[in-house]
């Protein structure tokens, strides 16, 4: 099952890229927003590398799926930011960040439970720093349909933390509490 919530997210940047300088601050506001863009590319190709790694290897039917979610999801959500980054002139990224290198190295010298168990506690603080971010976007931002895109990409961020905390649990690792929406 695939999100139908990141091509709508994605499209709804698209439409507001020419909107970047109508705002109070234009500089500021679109700069910040061109970051978090950038950011999220990276992140999209980070999840992808890690997650390629964990459906080869993986035991585990839940984690394995939700590696595979995770492959589609991003994937997804590359394809159909082209548009975007090619109207704000932002480069997506072809490789994975030091942070995430590192961590496939781990990943590749691990297997069984303890594949799993590093992968599922990779993804549980990522999600919750993610879901952090797009909250704090969704409050930055000064025009209003990328606020909106925001908002629905917060939403496939909160369900893709869903998954991952309660396969944590199933697991065994502790999780925090997922964050309101809308604080």
């Known amino acids: 099952m695939k999100f139908t919530a990141i091509p709508t997210a994605i499209a709804a940047i698209a439409m507001c890229s020419a909107a970047f300088g109508q705002a109070a601050d234009p500089a500021r506001t679109a700069h910040q927003d061109t970051k978090f863009l950038e950011a999220a590319n990276q992140g999209s ?11 080869d290897k993986s035991t585990n039917d839940d984690v394995k799926a939700f590696a ?10 590359i394809n159909n930011m082209q548009t975007f ?9 072809t490789h994975a960040d030091a942070a995430t290198e590192a961590e496939k190295l781990k990943l590749k010298v691990l297997s069984g439970q303890a594949l799993d168990k590093a992968y599922i506690k990779a993804m549980v603080e990522d999600h919750h720093k993610d879901l952090q971010e797009f909250m704090a ?12 895109a925001v908002k629905q990409g917060e939403q496939v961020v909160r369900q893709h933390l869903k998954m991952i905390d309660d396969i944590a649990k199933k697991n ?8 309101a929406a809308g604080l």
């Open 68 to 77: 595979q979610k995770m492959i589609d999801d991003h994937t997804t959500l």
């Open 45 to 55: 190709v980070d999840e992808i590398e890690l997650a390629k790694i964990v459906v």
């Open 172 to 179: 065994g690792i502790a999780s925090a509490p997922v964050p």
């Open 85 to 93: 980054d090619n109207q704000a002139g932002i480069q997506p990224p």
């Open 137 to 148: 976007e969704e409050k930055s931002t000064a025009y209003p349909a990328f606020r909106d």
